[in-house]
């Protein structure tokens, strides 16, 4: 995957999380995109076209607020385990816009057909 959105961002390499892409704003701001986490961005940029920049932007100012952020596709069972650093899931970044979508598909989900 390319991650696209953040094609701005300097992107670094953490040889304990091959897995994870690191990308660093400044010098005390950085953050991680687990895989998971970016197949849900790209799920949600599917629906939310015309929130998507938002969305990115809400990404960007959740890691100004906090330096140090891992975005994870499941913050029970993060792929990175860093100390400092806090989790952040895709329904959070949703939140910040006001956003909310239900994965029908999920096994686990409540929400099934």
Not at 22 to 44: A, G, H, M, R, W
Not at 58 to 77: H, L, Q
Request: with cysteine.
């Amino acid at each position: 995957m390319n991650y696209e959105e953040f094609k701005d961002c300097k992107e670094g390499f953490d040889s304990l999380n091959p897995n994870a892409k690191l990308f660093i704003i400044d010098y005390n701001k950085s953050f991680y995109i687990e895989p998971n986490f970016y197949t849900q961005l790209l799920y949600v940029k599917d629906h939310f076209k015309n929130q998507f920049n938002d969305i990115i932007n809400s990404i960007f100012d959740i890691v100004k607020r906090n330096n140090k952020v891992i975005f994870t596709g499941d913050f029970e069972n993060p792929v990175v385990y860093k100390d400092g650093f806090i989790y952040r899931e895709i329904s959070d970044v949703l939140a910040e816009n006001k956003l909310s979508f239900d994965n029908k598909s999920n096994p686990d989900s409540d929400w099934k057909d």
